[in-house]
């Protein structure tokens, strides 16, 4: 049985006040729902706050962004450490934003999921299309090679912390959702490649929580849970104001 996750990606929005705020909206209206986990990623320097605001909640805090490596001269970067000094054992991995405007490989991906797993972590990698790809029939073999390249070299025991996000470019922040039919047969596929990945990795996938993300709202998020394989959502706009966010719950 897996879990519902709704996940809040908060990207580089919201003022360190207005965060706090809708860290504790969330917090005070989040209904009780049974096998469902909530997390936010709120900006690295709101992390504190938004921390503080859910204190008391299950509501789990994880970073959008981290290096894969500890103690070393990395100007500008956060490593793992020091999100765990705040408890936070929860990234995400590979999303759109990264690997397109900051040149992150499925092999980068890769390295940061291995070295985050490794410290006991759970990571949520991203993964999806562009638009031409799409278009070009292109859509299965990206996802491919994306699961390949960035999940091969995980053995077993580690690959049962992860959760992929099937984000298809195109559908981020355009208000062009996926149709249900067409994320759950992404996400069939997805989970598919992830039991052909290793020997011994069929039971992990059955049991891996796979998220869609691009342009979820609380008016079309029931349609795509109610789908076999989407398991919760990674949602930026609508997680970013409380109503909506409630809504979405
Ligand atoms: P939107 O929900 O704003 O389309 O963003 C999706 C996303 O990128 C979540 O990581």
């Not at 869609?212 to 609508?238: F, H, W």
Request: with cysteine.
């Amino acid at each position: 049985m897996r879990p519902t996750i709704i996940a809040g990606n908060w990207k580089m929005n919201l003022g360190l006040s207005e965060a706090k705020t809708l860290a504790e909206g969330i917090k005070k209206g989040l209904p009780s729902l049974k096998d469902t986990l909530v997390w936010v990623f709120p900006s690295h320097l709101h992390i504190p706050a938004v921390i503080e605001a859910v204190k008391g909640s299950p509501i789990q805090v994880g970073v959008q962004n981290i290096y894969p490596s500890d103690l070393t001269a990395m100007t500008g970067e956060t490593a793992p450490h020091q999100a765990e000094d705040f408890g936070i054992k929860l990234g995400l991995v590979g999303h759109s934003e990264r690997r397109q405007y900051h040149g992150e490989t499925n092999k980068i991906c890769s390295d940061k999921t291995y070295f985050l797993l490794s410290r006991g972590w759970r990571v949520v990698y991203c993964i999806g299309e562009k638009l031409e790809e799409r278009e070009a029939g292109k859509t299965f073999e990206v996802l491919s090679t994306q699961i390949r390249e960035g999940l091969e070299t995980i053995d077993s025991n580690h690959l049962k912390n992860v959760i992929l996000a099937y984000e298809p470019v195109w559908a981020i922040g355009t208000g062009k959702t996926a149709t249900p039919e067409m994320a759950q047969e992404a996400h069939a596929f997805i989970r598919k490649e992830v039991s052909a990945l290793n020997s011994g990795t069929e039971e992990i996938a059955k049991a891996m929580p796979i998220l869609y993300g691009g342009s979820v709202k609380p008016d079309n998020i029931k349609s795509l849970l109610e789908k076999e394989d989407i398991d919760g959502g990674l949602v930026g706009g609508a997680s970013q104001k409380t109503e909506s966010f409630l809504g979405l719950l």
